[in-house]
């Protein structure tokens, strides 16, 4: 079965940047859909940013503009690059992978497959 490891979350200020990666560890990840979600506390995971295998993305609105999701399939890893990040961009980040690769879901019973996450702290 695939494991996903997420890495390069920490604390920065409103305003700056973090680049997240996801680095996928199985067999035929060009075949897969992925995701980032993030999750806080008492709330349902929310879908951030997608992209299936054709290199459709999909965004939420309330972070369009400020990040991109980049895949490389060489590497089989995941990027979500986070810029001018505001406090409520605050949460655990997590990357998922989808079976159904034409999908560009956000929601998250879509996904099969989730790494342990990363945590994002911004300040204001």
């Known amino acids: 079965l695939p494991r996903l490891v997420e890495s390069g979350g920490g604390s920065v200020q409103a305003g700056g940047a973090l680049r997240l990666s996801c680095t996928f560890f199985?067999?035929?990840?060009?075949?897969?859909?992925m995701s980032w979600f993030r999750e806080v506390p008492g709330k349902e995971p929310e879908g951030v940013a997608a992209?299936?295998?054709?290199?459709?993305?999909s965004y939420l609105d309330s972070v369009k503009g400020r990040f991109t999701i980049i895949r490389d399939n060489e590497k089989n890893a995941l990027y979500l690059e986070m810029n001018n990040v505001k406090p409520e961009d605050t949460a655990m980040y997590y990357c998922?992978?989808?079976?159904?690769?034409?999908?560009?879901?956000?929601?998250?019973?879509?996904?099969?497959?989730w790494g342990q996450g990363t945590q994002v702290t911004v300040s204001s």
């Open positions: 998922a992978a989808d079976l159904q690769g034409y999908l560009c879901s956000d929601m998250a019973y879509e996904y099969n497959y």
């Open positions: 992209i299936d295998t054709d290199g459709t993305l």
């Open positions: 199985g067999s035929a990840y060009a075949t897969y859909a």
